[in-house]
């Protein structure tokens, strides 16, 4: 199993439905979450729905490199992909990048 060495979040939040609609078909089209699966460096990539407002989508991903997700980001805005979901979300999207944090397991009381 390879290690996981960057991890990042992408929140995006739609206008409406239809809005959301178009990214879902975006995504699972050909120049969607197929290019990311296979772009290098990409270990996975998940879609979530919150359940508290539906109208928002969080994308999970897993890099080999911090490198990697940030060749990823620049390939996506100068393929167009940021300036079509410009029009369909709310905000300007929410990437973060994410660091594990060690807790302790529950101990007996």
């Known amino acids: 199993m390879v290690e996981n060495k960057h991890t990042a979040s992408a929140t995006f939040t739609f ?8 990214f879902i078909d975006f995504c699972n089209g050909a120049n969607g979450l197929s290019i990311t699966r296979g772009f290098k460096g990409c270990q996975s990539i998940e879609c979530y729905e919150k359940e508290d407002n539906r109208l928002t989508i969080v994308i999970w991903q897993k890099w080999e ?4 997700h940030e060749a990823y980001v620049k390939f996506r805005h100068d393929d167009g992909s940021f300036d ?3 029009e ?22």
């Open 84 to 86: 079509f979901l410009g």
């Open 88 to 109: 369909l979300v709310s905000a300007p999207p929410d990437i973060s990048a994410l660091s594990p944090v060690v807790m302790k397991p529950d101990e007996a009381q």
């Open 15 to 22: 206008k409406d439905e239809l809005s959301k609609g178009k």
């Open 65 to 68: 490199s911090k490198e990697h």
